[in-house]
């Protein structure tokens, strides 16, 4: 367990009922510094009313929260966090310069720094020739751009990205990317909350599944690379007495389309299989690990009859 100076935010307990509905349950987190976590579970599970009591804007029922070592909802603390909610609002008569200066002074950054920032992060999220431009007449995607700029307008040690490619294109897509890992290598910690699992998985350090208000499971991406994987291998010569053998390396074994397909558990026993066949006379034409994506862990871990 990391001391709450290293951490970024740490949760123990928090929990939030309407009513007579428990919107989150037991949500206990603990995100580094420096870190892109990224915040999984299907519509409902209670991902936006958890980020809404980080930030300070829902009372939580009990339990604690704490944001860069202090309270959440702290008046200094809130100052050095960014937020781009997933359905924003903007006061769409106001063009992208006077909105980011707007925001800017509610930030209290002055007026000479606004005057280099705002061209800056302008510059960064393709909307310089936009500048002047009224948000009423933005695209979705350039809406979701100018709602970036702002997040990072203060240059923020936490930074919450709800749907943050939501109406982007490729292009945009890629651009979120590089916006997170420029803000990981500065050092600040980026909460991603996305549908998008595929952008999840070449973004984030780490992921929690929450699911009906409660966390189920953490882990680091990385510790997927030695999970269970599917191996495809197109192969003759093969006899069911070598198929039935394989069961030794594989939870699973099925022939589909004349092809071999396995369920391994361990990447390690690859070359095991291969020598296997050789040794029993199969000619192996392709040998293809296929890991199991993040979208179908998801589900695994969360459930297939939830939704996305």
Partial sequence: MLSTEKLAIATRNLRKVFGHKIAVRNLTLEVPRGEVFGFLGPNGAGKSTSVKMLLGLVEPTSGSALLLGHPAGDRKTRANIGFLPEHFRFYDWLTATELLRLHGRLYGIGSEALRKRIP???????????????????????????????????????????????????????????????????????????????????????????????????????????????????????????????????????????????????????????????????EIFEFTPQKLSLEQRFLEIVGKDEGL
Avoid at 149 to 159: F, H, I, R, S
Avoid at 174 to 202: C, F, M, P, W, Y
Avoid at 224 to 236: G, S
């Fill in 120 to 282: 800056e992060l302008l510059d960064r999220v393709g909307l310089s020739a936009h500048r002047d431009k009224q948000l009423r007449q933005f695209s979705k995607g350039m809406l979701q751009r100018i709602g970036l700029a702002q997040a990072l307008l203060n240059d923020p040690g936490l930074l919450f990205l709800d749907e943050p490619t939501s109406g982007l294109d490729p292009l945009g897509r890629r651009l979120v990317r590089d916006v997170i890992k420029e803000q990981r290598e500065r050092g600040a910690t980026v909460l991603l909350n996305s549908h998008l699992l595929s952008e999840v998985e070449v973004t984030c350090d780490r992921v929690a599944f929450i699911r009906a208000g409660e966390v189920i499971e953490t882990r680091p991406l990385s510790s997927f690379e030695n999970d269970r994987c599917t191996v495809m291998i197109r192969a003759r010569n093969f006899c069911e007495q070598t198929l039935a053998e394989l069961r030794r390396w594989a939870g699973s074994v099925c022939v589909n389309d004349g092809r071999i397909v396995l369920e391994v558990n361990c990447p390690n026993v690859y070359p095991e299989i291969v020598r296997f066949l050789v040794e029993r006379g199969v």
